[in-house]
């Protein structure tokens, strides 16, 4: 068997594993997705006409659910990779991994199952997020079959690049607990993005802060492609940042797993 078959094959074995773990054990995944869900209802009930007065003039709550759904869905993958992080430190210290270590499999494979099953999981997490927002009113005006496979594409590419950030952080976390504690700017950084207001409306000191964080270049080109609206230099901005995190998280990752004696 050649190279790459093998580690074809042994990467979809670790994948069929984690898809399994995943599947045994929801609560985790559950309670992650539960934040977004829960910001979604939150700010567009609670606070959606008071908010949207600041974007739009007068109260509209329609309004406010067209701009805070593209941050919501990315806030969404940022819950969903936490359980990454998670799930990467209890392989690490359980000593599954030493196990792994012993058989004759392509040793990537472990990574790439944990990258590959988050990534859908991410998918399957917006997909759901998606349908909420649609049944209390969200509507993409002025997409069609290239915005939405370019927004998917999108989704798909931040998905890949906090994945590899979450693996190398439960690589790094000697415990769950640490790696749930050490994976939370990923759920908290979407909160200090364009998400739920303008960046010109924030206090000049603290707008070169959300404005240049990889989460809102993503949010205004999701923003951009489904509503219609300008990308302009966010769209680079956002492929820049998608990869080189991905770049980072990967050289990360793997050096870190491979010099890790546990």
Request: aromatic share 10%; charged share 10%; with cysteine.
């Amino acid at each position: 068997m050649s190279s790459l078959s093998l580690a074809v094959r042994d990467s979809s074995t670790m994948l069929r594993r984690n898809l399994l773990h995943a599947r045994r054990y929801p609560s985790l995944t559950l309670n992650l997705l539960l934040t977004p869900i829960m910001m979604l209802l939150l700010f567009v009930y609670i606070f959606g006409d008071t908010m949207s007065s600041g974007i739009g003039g007068a109260p509209n709550r329609s309004a406010y659910i067209a701009y805070v759904v593209p941050g919501l869905l990315l806030m969404t993958i940022g819950s969903t990779v936490v359980g990454t992080a998670v799930s990467v430190s209890n392989d690490m210290t359980e000593g599954i991994i030493a196990r792994f270590r012993t058989m004759a499999i392509h040793r990537p494979s472990i990574l790439v199952g944990h990258v590959v099953g988050s990534v859908l999981q991410s998918v399957m997490s917006v997909v759901l997020v998606g349908a909420v927002a649609v049944a209390i009113g969200f509507r993409s005006t002025g997409a069609g079959v290239v915005e939405w496979l370019a927004a998917f594409g999108l989704l798909v590419l931040f998905a890949t690049a906090f994945t590899w950030i979450a693996v190398g952080m439960g690589l790094v976390s000697p415990s769950a607990e640490a790696a749930s504690n050490n994976a939370m700017p990923l759920i908290l950084l979407p909160l200090l993005s364009s998400a739920f207001v303008p960046v010109h409306s924030m206090p000049g000191w603290f707008r070169p802060i959300a404005e240049y964080q990889p989460f809102t270049p993503a949010i205004e080109t999701l923003r951009g492609l489904l509503l219609g609206g300008e990308i302009g230099h966010n769209g680079w901005l956002a492929v820049a940042w998608c990869l080189g995190l991905t770049v980072l998280g990967y050289f990360w990752s793997t050096s870190t797993f491979n010099r890790d004696p546990k």
